[in-house]
Every structure is written in structure tokens, then in C-alpha cells.
């Protein structure tokens, strides 16, 4: 391509139809602009300065160019299309265009993007930390307790295959004596308050030393948690937390907002399934990420269980002084609970304020409750 006489074939598309010309090209005799002929057409001038390949249609063997041009498009190109297939004339065109690769974009691109960016980032940070919020409350204050116990289920068969083992395995503790045990637990500490709610309470057998309260009214122990208590009043006192959540419907706005969060991120990367949305939900009630406003409304809520039913929260207190070291070594506004130390002072106070408590279960049924994952 030294000369206009050394024309070479090449395909040509304006840009405005459908239309594949045959054209022929070649550079201009001040070797400042590549010249294309097409039959029929008027004759086309390219500047060789202003030529562009397109990067995600040319290799060694094919050649899209176009030109840079002023449009509105962000990438300022001409749509015009020229395709070079000739191997030398490829060879002379990646020799000696230097800037045929160039990437290039409107002036304030940058900055437009960047603006984008922020204001999509701050519209999902808005969603999920303002509205999202709001509407979960929203939700679990009207959602019908048939529909939040329907959904409690589907989120609790996701937690049992979580925790259970790779053979499927019925987690449940149903030992006759051990669930006669807790039946009466439950009797003595709710003392036929109305909850809302008929309570379904389980004992898991797993080492996990936890509880948790799922939508509905359903609320599980696992069997590390009485491995791990010195009396069943520890156990109530647990127990009488998790129902607190329970009538205050923490679980479902928890629940809610973390298969809501769970939607939109799956959303904003990609994974529109949804099979996330779930399992998310399970493994928030797990780790009970409640507000310290919760936790501490939870533990009013247990007091008032525990004195009505003549329990001492002193064991209560004994249950947070274990726990104190190893939660509290995290500032209180970073963690998601009161302080443990705190908790323990407050349920000591309440026991030297309310002295006339019987323990909640015999000694016998106490140690049947703590055999109630043995076959």
C-alpha cells in the first residue's frame, strides 16, 4: 500500500444500512489520509491520524476501522465500517498506526461515570440500610401470624439442613422423658400468658452452644447450650430471651430484611435465582444479629417471664458472666448485644429485687431434660 495504484479489496458499510459495498482502498499521495473507492459512491477520505480499529472485531487476520469522529456516543466514532482482510495490508496498517488501537471517549466520560457509579452505589446503600429496614418492620408488624408461621417453616428447613449432617439426619431430640422435662419448663415459664403465637420449642442435637427464635413462634436449643448450663434455670432464662423475641417478631424482621438484602445483592451481581435469599435468611437467625435495642427489650421481656413464674434470674447472671469473656472484648457500640458484663449486673439486680423463686424443674427433670438427645 505504498500507492494509490496498489489498491486493495476490502468490504465497506455505512453506517446508515444494511448495504455491503465492495470498495477498494489505498493512501493518498501525501501519505496523510487513506482513500476508499466504492462503485457508485463518491469517492471517501479517511485521515490516517483519525483511524480506529475496533478491538473486539480485529486480530491478524481482520481488521474493522473506522474513524474518530464527533458524535454523541460516549466512544466518539463514526459508524461507518471498513473491513481490511489483505494480510499485508493488515501488517501495514498495525506498523504504521500507532494510535489505531486507541480507546477513545468524550471529555467529563470519566467524571459521568464516576457520577453513575456513585449515585447506583448510593441508591443500593439507601435500600439496603433505610428502606429495606423500614419495610421489613413494616411487614412483620402486618404480615398475618398464618403467613409468619408458614414462612418461619420454609426458613427453619433451611437452618436444619445447615446444621445437620451430610446423611440427612433428624436433628430433633425427642427422648420421652427429656421432652416431657422441657414441656414442663416451657408450662412454668409461660404460665398461660397469651403469646400470639403457640410455641413449637426443639432441642437440636448439636455441639453449637446457641438458641435462637425462628418467625412463628418456633424457637430452638441447641443440646450444646444444656451441655454447657449449670442449672435449668439458665436454660428458662434463655428460653424466656428468645420468646421475648418472639413476641416482639425480631425473628421476622430479621428474617425479612435479610432475604430482602440477600434479593437485592443477588440482583445487583448477577445471580437472579434467588437460591441465596434463603439461605441467607437461615444463616442470619443463626448468628440472631438483633439491634442492642432488641437484645435488651428481649431480656426485659425474660425478666418479667422469670418473676411472674417465681424463677430467679441469678442463674441468669451466672450464664452471662461465662459468656462476658468471651464476648466482651469488643466496645459495646461495636456489637450487635449489650455487653455481657452489663446484662449480668442488670439480671443480679433483678434477682435481689425478687428473692421468693423456686427453680424451675426438679432435680430429676432436670437431668432428664439434659438426656433428652439420648436414644
Not at 413462634?217 to 434463655?238: H, K, M, N, P, Y
Not at 441469678?314 to 449489650?338: G, K, N, Q, V
Request: aromatic share 6%.
Amino acid at each position: 500500500m505504498a500507492t494509490p495504484e496498489g489498491q486493495i479489496e476490502t468490504a465497506f458499510f455505512d453506517g446508515q444500512s444494511a448495504r455491503r459495498w465492495a470498495a477498494r482502498i489505498a493512501p493518498s499521495q501525501d501519505g496523510l489520509s487513506l482513500i476508499i473507492e466504492r462503485e457508485g459512491a463518491a469517492r471517501l477520505v479517511w485521515s490516517l491520524d483519525r483511524l480506529r480499529a475496533l478491538a473486539d472485531q480485529s486480530d491478524k487476520t481482520r481488521l474493522t476501522l473506522t474513524q474518530l469522529a464527533e458524535t454523541e456516543d460516549e466512544a466518539p466514532r463514526d459508524p461507518a465500517r471498513l473491513i481490511v482482510t489483505d494480510p499485508d495490508a493488515i501488517a501495514w496498517f498495525l506498523r504504521t498506526r500507532p494510535g489505531l488501537m486507541r480507546r477513545d471517549v468524550r471529555p467529563g466520560t470519566a467524571r459521568k461515570v464516576a457520577l453513575w457509579l456513585g449515585a447506583a452505589v448510593g441508591a443500593v446503600l439507601l435500600m439496603l440500610f433505610v428502606i429495606l429496614p423500614g419495610l421489613a418492620n413494616f411487614l412483620a408488624d402486618n404480615l398475618s401470624v398464618e403467613s409468619e408461621v408458614a414462612f418461619g417453616k420454609s426458613v427453619m428447613a433451611q437452618v436444619e439442613w445447615m446444621v445437620s449432617d451430610d446423611d440427612g439426619t433428624d436433628l430433633a431430640c425427642t427422648n420421652p422423658e427429656g421432652t416431657a422435662a422441657l414441656d414442663r419448663l416451657e408450662a412454668r415459664l409461660v404460665g398461660g400468658r397469651d403469646l400470639g403465637y403457640d410455641l413449637e420449642l426443639r432441642v437440636f442435637d448439636h455441639e453449637m452452644v446457641n438458641a435462637f427464635a425462628a418467625p412463628g413462634g418456633q424457637i430452638v436449643i441447641f443440646r450444646g447450650l444444656i451441655d454447657e448450663a449449670d442449672s435449668a434455670d439458665e436454660v428458662a432464662a434463655v428460653l424466656g430471651h428468645e420468646i421475648g423475641h418472639v413476641v416482639a417478631r425480631d425473628p421476622t424482621r430479621l428474617t425479612l430484611r435479610a432475604a430482602g438484602s440477600a434479593g437485592i445483592l443477588s440482583l445487583v451481581l448477577g445471580d437472579v435465582s434467588g437460591g441465596t435469599i434463603v439461605a441467607a435468611a437461615g444463616d442470619h437467625l443463626l448468628q440472631s444479629a438483633y439491634t442492642r435495642d432488641a437484645e435488651a427489650l428481649a431480656d426485659a421481656y425474660a425478666y418479667s417471664l422469670l418473676n411472674d413464674a417465681g424463677i430467679s434470674t441469678a442463674p441468669m447472671a451466672a450464664f452471662f458472666d461465662r459468656i462476658s469473656a468471651m464476648t466482651d472484648f469488643l466496645p459495646e457500640y461495636l456489637s450487635s448485644h449489650p455487653l455481657s458484663a452489663g446484662r449480668a449486673d442488670a439480671a443480679r439486680a433483678n434477682a435481689a429485687a425478687h428473692t421468693a423463686t423456686t427453680p424451675v424443674l426438679t432435680d430429676a427433670d432436670w437431668q432428664a431434660l439434659r438426656k433428652i438427645c439420648d436414644d
